[in-house]
């Protein structure tokens, strides 16, 4: 239904109207020449209107940068602010914990507080601290191989877990296991450490489990960062008997899965894992992650006293639970992400939802719309895709970055790297309107 000559056109006329009004921007970028990639972090670089907005403030759902434009964030530091730009409890708490050591290598009340209300929201009762859910997800892997002795570590294909070397692996075009195309610098052919399975493909799980070899299978209880795929009826509950019919550990990665409620998916899908892992948007900004492993495992690994977990034995970082992220994280769920938030961002969530679908439906698009708790996502295919594999060939770079420069144009910023809005606890209806409204002008002139 998309002219692709109309669609190049739109492109190019939002991307000269981003340059004409974005001059400060552009020439930040133009001299950060000391930087790799002109940015402090090179995915930075993935920016619809053909260079990066600098930011200058952020606070609630709003984003203000150089040249003095305000956004309504619908991004929110791609889920690291799902708690809202600066939210006042965090700052104070900040404030009050700079003053009294930064970096003692030393434990904290703040810390047994944060670790007892992730046991009581996600229901594993030992938790760990680290800087990033990467992290998280790295240390539990060499915990679980260690206990397990075995060698791989399974995922879904296009799952989302960070930089981990394990998890950047795919089932290919000829539904063979391939290394993720684009992947920098692999330690090793990325078949050797790990085996990969379809996303909602409960025969091709037990397949690879079969072997033996699995030491774990890492995943999002539903994925996020190729789109949102929701668990088919029975999958979740398939994977959890598989995993324990082959001895392999299940890892629930919540770091994007954590939008769907106070307890993540884990809690509202009353799922069972060995191990969850987080990160981002529970330190309401401020860098951290954190794994929680279930009583017998964390049982199981303190009588291990062949494994070195308090020196250099490969699990563990100096400034992992360090007082300012942990004082951080507890302002955060005790006072910010709260349950009457999640239902409040759930409620807003439902409404960006509807109002998307409708304009889709109004234009008879082949889309979809698919929401998971204060996440929304639309994907340019109909029904909603099933896989991780179907999800990205539904990918169209073009149209997404034409909607994306669109909106950036008019005040509304979503996630650069897929179509994802999530709610924060600031987000209000009259946002969600704003962008209803930028959107269907937008599709209006897209489909002509």
Request: glycine letters at 10%; aromatic letters at 8%; charged letters at 20%.
């Amino acid at each position: 239904m998309i002219d692709r000559d109309r669609l190049s056109a739109l492109l190019a006329r939002e991307r000269a109207e981003f340059a004409a009004t974005h001059a400060r921007s552009a020439d930040a970028y133009a001299a950060a020449r000391n930087l790799f990639g002109r940015v402090p972090m090179t995915w930075m670089n993935k920016a619809a209107g053909g260079f990066p907005v600098y930011a200058a403030s952020a606070r609630g759902a709003r984003v203000t940068d150089v040249d003095g434009h305000t956004y309504v964030d619908f991004c929110l530091g791609d889920t690291a602010a799902m708690a809202g730009h600066s939210p006042a409890p965090v700052v104070d708490a900040v404030r009050r914990a700079a003053g009294d050591g930064l970096a003692t290598m030393l434990p904290t009340e703040d810390a047994a507080w944060v670790g007892a209300e992730l046991a009581g929201r996600f229901g594993v009762p030992r938790w760990s601290f680290t800087l990033t859910a990467t992290d998280a997800n790295r240390w539990a892997i060499r915990l679980l191989r260690a206990v397990t002795g075995r060698p791989r570590i399974l995922v879904n294909s296009y799952c989302y877990h960070g930089s981990v070397d394990e998890s950047l692996i795919v089932v290919g075009p000829d539904g063979e296991p391939a290394g993720r195309p684009g992947n920098v610098g692999a330690p090793c052919d990325v078949t050797t450490t790990s085996r990969v399975a379809e996303y909602n493909d409960l025969a091709g799980l037990e397949r690879e489990l079969a072997h033996g070899d699995v030491a774990a299978v890492l995943m999002e209880p539903a994925l996020t960062n190729i789109g949102i795929v929701l668990p088919e009826p029975g999958y979740l509950a398939g994977v959890r008997e598989l995993t324990r019919r082959y001895g392999s550990y299940l890892v629930n990665d919540e770091t994007h899965t954590f939008s769907t409620g106070p307890g993540g998916a884990t809690a509202a899908w009353e799922l069972e894992p060995d191990v969850v892992t987080i990160g981002k948007a529970i330190g309401g900004g401020v860098p951290i992650g954190a794994y929680g492993l279930s009583a017998s495992l964390a049982s199981l690994l303190a009588g291990r006293d062949d494994l070195d977990l308090v020196d250099m034995g490969g699990v563990g970082g100096t400034l992992a639970g360090n007082p300012l992220s942990v004082t951080a994280a507890r302002a955060t769920l005790e006072h910010v992400l709260t349950p009457a938030a999640f239902a409040r961002m759930t409620k807003v969530a439902s409404t960006f939802a509807a109002g998307v679908r409708e304009v889709v439906d109004r234009f008879g698009l082949p889309w979809s719309v698919t929401q998971l708790g204060a996440r929304v996502e639309y994907r340019f295919a109909s029904p909603a895709p099933s896989s991780g594999g179907a999800s990205a060939a539904a990918a169209d770079p073009d149209i997404e970055d034409f909607l994306h420069a669109y909106l950036l144009n008019r005040g509304v910023l979503l996630t650069p790297f897929h179509n994802m809005a999530l709610m924060c606890p600031a987000t209000t209806p009259a946002d969600v309107a704003t962008h209803h409204e930028v959107f269907a002008a937008a599709v209006t002139e897209l489909v002509g």
